[in-house]
């Protein structure tokens, strides 16, 4: 009863083209769900998001969910989840993209998925990491650990957003550091953000990872630029 009167005052609309949700739709609906840009990077050992850090560092495996376009549905979810604070977004994503994930042959499996984090006066500013529900589907779908302590981000930097690409990634190498103990060694880390771009910040997390004794790293994103 209660929830049809809220439904009535406050009716649930799509978050990728505001539309109104019919009863059996939750988050995104039908019709954005098919409109998708899917990329199926996980069938592609040699897919774009590999390729982004060939050279850079050593990676099990890296992939994105999404195509991410200007102005596109995937932009939409992305700055509603990021700045409106509809965290139920990455809940979503997460629980669509872990069904492609377990299908992945590598020959060691993940055991903790690490968001990329926020420095925690950004984190106060925002109330929320908006990777972390994204990353928290993908820790339950697959039956890992999820931890937020072990990777943190050292400075803090404004935005990137409005940056162009070569203003994302300069002076991030030495944002990140790692709070690990001897149980955390000898782990497949998978890392987690939200759109893939440069590449930069994946690259300077992974190398902050990378300290810890037989680490490995694979990168999931929930969309990659599309350029």
């Not at 840009?37 to 069938?43: A, S």
Request: charged residues 25%; hydrophobic residues 35%.
């Amino acid at each position: 009863m209660f929830e049809s009167l809220k439904n009535l005052f406050f009716p649930k609309v799509c978050a990728g083209c505001h539309s109104l949700l019919m009863t059996n739709e939750n988050v995104i609906c039908t019709s954005c769900r098919h409109e998708m840009p899917l990329t199926q990077y996980h069938l592609d050992t040699n897919n774009e998001a590999v390729k982004k850090f060939y050279g850079k560092i050593d990676i099990e495996h890296a992939s994105a969910f999404l195509y991410f376009n200007k102005k596109g549905i995937v932009q939409e979810l992305i700055h509603n989840l990021k700045y409106k604070g509809y965290e139920e977004i990455g809940t979503v994503l997460g629980d669509w993209y872990v069904e492609d994930l377990k299908n992945i042959q590598l020959e060691t499996s993940f055991d903790v998925v690490i968001p990329v984090p926020l420095h925690r006066k950004k984190f106060k500013e925002r109330g929320y990491n908006q990777v972390a529900t994204f990353g928290n589907a993908l820790s339950k779908g697959l039956g890992i650990d999820y931890n937020e302590t072990i990777l943190f981000r050292k400075k803090y930097s404004k935005t990137q957003s409005k940056k162009n690409l070569l203003g994302r990634s300069e002076g991030i190498e030495n944002l990140f550091d790692v709070y690990f103990s001897e149980e955390n060694h000898n782990k497949h880390f998978l890392l987690v953000d939200d759109v893939l771009t440069t590449g930069a910040t994946l690259e300077a997390c992974s190398r902050a990872l990378l300290k810890i004794p037989g680490a490995k790293i694979s990168i999931v994103c929930m969309a990659m630029a599309n350029s």
